[in-house]
């Protein structure tokens, strides 16, 4: 089978590529408008652009009649933000948070989520999340009229206790969830871990 890109409309790209481009992990992410209000919402096009310093990417795309997305509007404000890993228990939530609202709705508030004071930025973060990375607005790049690729440094850590020993954590012990196509996600499952040398341990 073929399928040309050429054929497709922008709707039926972002389908298709949101479900072969996977597991995509989630950037759950906290901010904060003018008014003070907490807005929430998920980000599966996430990933680290830099180890020194540290930065973060998130890809938000604009809302369908073109206006900037509120995780976007309010990091561009402040710059500041709070990104989120969730783990399996925490799925019910993050995928409600994705739901549109107007601006004058917090997420934190409608799901009754509990939020703990961050150490270095405004935003606060979510008091059940096994990791939650402060961030400072680095910069913003722009991809034709509907995305904007949001970079930040990471400038503070909370983890769960006992998460994080030697600057490693076990993926066994985070059990992230995962973004696949449509609303549906992953959870860790089989790993496979590769010996020196490129045998796989049994």
Same mark, same amino acid.
């Given at each position: ?14 389908? #298709? &590529? ?13 901010? /904060?408008?003018?008014?003070? &209000? ?28 073109? !206006? +900037?997305?509120?995780? @976007?509007?309010?990091?561009? $404000? ?15 939530? &993050? ?25 270095? /930025?405004?935003?606060? +973060?979510? @008091? ?7 961030? +400072? &607005? ?7 009229? @509907?995305?904007?690729?949001? /970079? ?7 983890? +769960?206790? $006992? ?8 993926? @066994?012990? #985070?059990?992230?969830?995962? !973004? #696949?196509? $449509? ?20």
């Amino acid at each position: 089978m073929e399928q040309p890109i050429a054929g497709l409309g922008k709707d039926e790209v972002y389908k #298709l &590529l949101n479900c072969i481009v996977v597991p995509r992990p989630i950037a759950w992410i906290t901010s /904060v408008n003018g008014d003070g &209000l907490v807005n929430l919402a998920p980000y599966s096009t996430f990933t680290i652009v830099s180890y020194d310093p540290p930065l973060l990417g998130v890809n938000i795309l604009s809302q369908a009649d073109g !206006r +900037r997305k509120d995780t @976007a509007h309010n990091i561009i $404000g402040s710059g500041e933000y709070v990104v989120h890993i969730a783990d399996e228990t925490m799925a019910a939530a &993050l995928h409600a948070s994705a739901f549109a609202h107007p601006p004058h709705v917090s997420e934190v508030e409608l799901l009754q989520l509990e939020l703990a004071p961050s150490a270095l /930025v405004r935003p606060p +973060r979510l @008091a059940a999340a096994p990791l939650a990375l402060e961030c +400072r &607005l680095s910069q913003v790049i722009n991809f034709g009229p @509907a995305a904007e690729f949001v /970079v930040g440094e990471v400038v503070h850590i909370h983890s +769960r206790e $006992g998460l994080i020993n030697d600057n490693k954590i076990q993926t @066994a012990d #985070l059990r992230p969830l995962s !973004r #696949l196509g $449509g609303p549906v996600y992953g959870t860790l499952g089989r790993t496979i871990t590769m010996q020196p040398g490129g045998k796989q341990q049994s």
